[in-house]
């Protein structure tokens, strides 16, 4: 029995050791729909939506596109042409937040050398970092301002940088003010006389980028509106459909049903297709 025991416990050791060879990925790695949740907050802080969390933009949405369901369904009584239009009022409120995100990224892209210049010649004359960051809320880029005048209310209430820092980072939910806020923490705690060189790279690269993603956006931005312009056509006719009942009675039959949802399948397809074909790929937040 002894002999059995030992032998049990030998082999649960073994099994450990070869166990710990293959480690498990996924406890490092946030999960998808976390991901997800965390790059919808982002598009609703860069949209310019103030007080309004993730949760609660999905949830508004939903009831958007339940009072859709009802509006065109007491207009058309038919449920399948209803359903379409309740999913278009779903997306409505993403595609603008995501719209609204890319304007502001696009112009941020623009402002964000010019106030890695400001911060860089702040600590060239010899200002502090907090005084530094405090000078873009006064003689910054506009819009730029709003968020590091809030910065110095911050700083100048708690007397704390680093939690300062931190709600900047959430207020401007940007990859390069992520990258500048943590160079200046770094500077903060450890010191060192490598910042300028780090802002002064920091500030080639932004301006690089800018120029090279504008080129090619220009080329582009034809794909992405004739993309748009093929999705919306069908649908719009339909809705100048909804205006006479007689018809929409074919949709209401299971053929008619099925010939909406394989327009929509391909609709979507196409679009997510030929947008993720000709549009370039946006910078993530690993500093978040």
Request: aromatic share 8%.
């Amino acid at each position: 029995m002894a002999g059995a025991v030992w032998g049990l416990v030998l082999g649960l050791g073994l099994a450990c050791i070869w166990w710990s060879f293959w480690p498990r990925a996924e406890g490092v790695r946030a999960r998808p729909h976390r991901r997800r949740v965390d790059h919808l907050a982002d598009e609703i802080v860069l949209a310019g939506v103030r007080g309004l969390g993730p949760w609660t933009f999905i949830g508004s949405a939903v009831a958007l596109a339940l009072l859709a369901l009802l509006l065109v369904l007491a207009v058309t009584g038919v449920w399948t042409v209803s359903l379409c239009f309740a999913v278009m009022a779903l997306w409505a409120p993403f595609a603008v937040v995501r719209s609204r995100a890319r304007r502001r990224r696009t112009r941020l892209r623009d402002v964000w050398p010019d106030a890695v210049d400001h911060v860089q010649s702040a600590v060239r004359a010899g200002l502090a970092l907090p005084e530094a960051l405090v000078q873009l809320g006064e003689r910054g880029p506009e819009e730029l301002r709003p968020q590091f005048v809030e910065f110095t209310h911050d700083y100048r209430a708690t007397g704390r940088f680093s939690e300062s820092l931190d709600r900047l980072k959430d207020r401007l939910s940007d990859p390069v003010a992520d990258r500048l806020v943590e160079a200046l923490r770094i500077a903060r705690d450890v010191g060192g006389t490598d910042l300028g060189k780090v802002l002064r790279a920091l500030t080639a690269f932004l301006r690089e980028d800018a120029r090279a993603r504008a080129e090619l956006e220009a080329r582009q931005s034809w794909t992405v509106n004739a993309a748009r312009l093929a999705m919306a056509a069908p649908w719009a006719v339909l809705l100048l459909l909804a205006s006479r009942g007689s018809t929409l009675d074919a949709y209401s039959t299971p053929a008619g049903a099925l010939v909406l949802a394989v327009g929509a399948a391909v609709t979507v397809l196409a679009y997510q297709l030929m947008v993720r074909l000709g549009r370039l790929p946006e910078e993530q937040r690993v500093l978040r």
